[in-house]
């Protein structure tokens, strides 16, 4: 577990931590988020359900790379899950309602867009109230527009309803790559990573990982069919410590 750890966090302040029974994970931000009516202040998860069962946990960008081996551990573990999805979802919208049900037969599947505050209040709550929310949201290019939509404000909006209804934790996937933002996704990352931490009224985490293996074993396949092998410089530059999906997914449940 010492290495897994290493492998996603960038520095001390951030650490991965468990759903629930977790220590502060990172330091106060100098910024204020804009407070929010009708909040109840709730800074800390030591008052989350003992039993994962009663646990309601609501994840959205459940369809993506990541969000699939996260949805899938949390059911595994036992926690009353519910996957946030587009009613096509997946790359190039390809996933419509009924095959975002079959991924996911042992969780709860609701629909609408993270986009839209009221969708996500009138389709993703409802009348649920979750304890834990769990983000894995990520822009699919990475572009400009597309980094500031979803990296910051889609995630944001899904912040600020879940505060609305007192959820109790917030649990973000970043990326170790914001360490040293050069790109609008890792700069629309960070931003929302600071007015995650100016919340006065809900406990986070906020998990930064390094590479996937798929990141790796998309080069061999290239290789093998006779591509070339991408290198960055002397090969030093992009050295990291790839870590699994279900390690990852894992590590952000325990």
């Not at 993703?124 to 769990?134: E, H, L, P, Q």
């Not at 990291?240 to 894992?250: G, H, N, Q, T």
Request: aromatic share 8%.
């Amino acid at each position: 577990m010492a290495a897994t750890t290493a492998a996603l966090s960038s520095r001390v302040t951030f650490r991965a931590a468990p759903v629930r029974g977790a220590k502060a994970v990172s330091s106060k931000a100098t910024a204020r988020a804009a407070p929010l009516r009708n909040v109840t202040t709730r800074a800390s998860i030591a008052d989350l359900p003992k039993e994962n069962k009663d646990c309601k946990v609501l994840v959205v960008g459940g369809t993506g790379y990541i969000g699939k081996f996260v949805v899938r551990e949390l059911c595994a573990q036992g926690y009353d899950v519910t996957a946030f999805v587009r009613d096509k979802s997946g790359i190039g919208g390809k996933t419509d309602a009924s095959g975002a049900k079959s991924l996911f037969p042992d969780a709860s599947v609701k629909f609408g867009s993270v986009g839209d505050c009221d969708s996500i209040r009138a389709n993703a709550f409802d009348d649920t109230k979750y304890d834990v929310v769990v983000s894995c949201l990520a822009s699919r290019t990475g572009g400009i527009k597309d980094s500031w939509d979803i990296d910051y404000q889609a995630t944001k909006n899904v912040l600020d309803v879940a505060r609305e209804n007192n959820a109790k934790h917030f649990v973000l996937l970043s990326a170790i790559c914001v360490q040293k933002p050069l790109l609008t996704f890792q700069a629309a990352k960070l931003k929302f990573e600071e007015d995650l931490q100016a919340c006065g009224d809900i406990s986070h985490s906020i998990v930064r990982p390094t590479a996937f293996f798929k990141s790796l074993a998309g080069q061999v396949e290239s290789v093998q069919k006779g591509g070339p092998y991408v290198m960055f410089g002397d090969g030093q530059l992009a050295s990291c410590k790839p870590i699994s999906e279900r390690d990852l997914a894992k590590y952000m449940v325990r």
